[in-house]
């Protein structure tokens, strides 16, 4: 027959997940924070190289938005 673990070995074992999983959880949270971060760079990079593509084509805006709409 198996051993049965003692109360205090659960709780120990518990409180153990408990913190892991909190610092599992700061550790997502801030990872989340850089993600956004740099997904607004690559947004703001790919707009400035629109735009730059934009004044350097000599086209109007609706020439633009004619060509760009499905």
Do not use: C, H, W
């Amino acid at each position: 027959m198996a051993r049965m673990k003692s109360i205090t070995s659960i709780d120990a074992g518990i409180s153990k997940v408990e913190k892991e999983l909190a610092q599992t959880k700061a550790r997502y949270d801030r990872l989340t924070g850089v993600l956004e971060k740099l997904q607004n760079e690559k947004r703001d990079y790919e707009s400035r190289t629109i735009m730059d593509a934009f004044i350097k084509s000599g086209k109007s805006l609706d020439e633009v938005m004619t060509f760009l709409q499905p």
